[in-house]
């Protein structure tokens, strides 16, 4: 298998997913749950299924002061439907006129509120520090993955080898975000680490294995060396991700929607994780131990 020969190509294909993702967060940018946006959210069990929502919206612009509310349907059992509406923070005086504004429409119960099945609010400097927060959780887990890999190995090109993988495949995954406007909540962050934590897994395991063949190749056979651990490590990697695919696709097909949204970012991370831990990695680490230990 040529692997660094082909580098340029490899890093073509993740340049264009990224810059997709970059030119769709330009324009569209990305779809902020509650969490990060601040607001307040109500979750009605309509008990019906809603072909429209036109009707709706007018109602929830009227008592809410929003003019851009989003409204979700989740499916529930029969012909059910939850209703989750998020719109900018508003009194709890404005939830009450706001519930019994729909309730009196769609015929729901105004005396108990039993159809209100929960309403939160979160306030935007609440929700500018969990943006703070997850930013900084995942740069602090990726300086210490550096510091730790080179230390390990006593070379930085293996270091940075290895985070330079990891900073593709949070690309990649913001990219799939804001492609397919994923909402981006707390799910975002699990989503981040568990691929970041399962990508350098698979990379770790290429780069032991460049460090133990290194031994029988002079330095103008970097390229074979690589090329052979990748060969040595290839069966692995694919077995171990195209089992935890299978397990992650199967929690996409039958898991509810909240899960869907954390199962699809999931299963393109552990696809974009293997890919990099195979020909973004060692095209990375070749190209700094050839420039940086001539």
């Known amino acids: 298998m040529k692997v660094i020969e082909r580098t340029k190509v490899w890093f073509s ?14 324009f569209r940018g990305l779809n902020y749950d509650i969490e990060f946006a601040g607001g307040t959210m109500l979750q009605i069990d309509m008990h019906q299924s809603l072909e429209e929502n036109a009707r709706l919206e007018e109602i929830v612009k009227e008592f809410s ?9 989740v499916s529930g059992s029969g012909s059910d439907t939850q209703i989750t509406i998020k719109v ?8 009450d006129e706001l519930y019994m504004a729909i309730a009196n429409e769609y015929g729901l119960d105004t005396e108990t509120k039993a159809d209100l099945i929960e309403h939160s609010s979160i306030s935007p400097t609440i929700s500018s520090e969990m943006k703070k927060a997850a930013i900084i959780s995942t740069i602090i887990a990726g300086i210490l993955m550096l510091l730790y890999i080179s230390l ?7 270091g940075l080898g290895s985070l330079i993988p990891l900073l593709h495949d949070v690309l990649i995954v913001v990219a799939v975000y804001t492609l397919f406007q994923i909402p981006v909540n707390n799910t975002f962050i699990v989503a981040l680490l568990t691929i970041v934590g399962y990508s350098i897994n698979n990379t770790i395991v290429v780069f032991d294995r460049i460090r133990e063949n290194r031994k029988f190749y002079r330095k103008n056979e970097m390229a074979k060396l690589c090329d052979v651990s990748i060969q040595q490590t290839l069966g692995r990697s694919l077995g171990t991700s195209f089992t935890t695919i299978i397990t992650v696709f199967l929690l996409f097909l039958l898991g509810v929607q909240s899960l869907r949204w954390f199962a699809l970012p999931l299963l393109v991370g552990i696809v974009a994780g293997t890919y990099s831990s195979l020909f973004i990695a060692s095209p990375v680490w070749y190209l700094l131990e050839t420039k940086l230990h001539k």
């Open 152 to 158: 390990r190995f006593r070379d930085i090109c293996f």
């Open 88 to 95: 900018k923070e508003i009194k709890p005086e404005q939830i």
């Open 13 to 26: 294909i993740s340049l264009v997913i990224i810059l997709l993702g970059i030119l769709s967060f330009i």
């Open 65 to 73: 002061g929003d003019s851009n509310p989003q409204i979700q349907a």
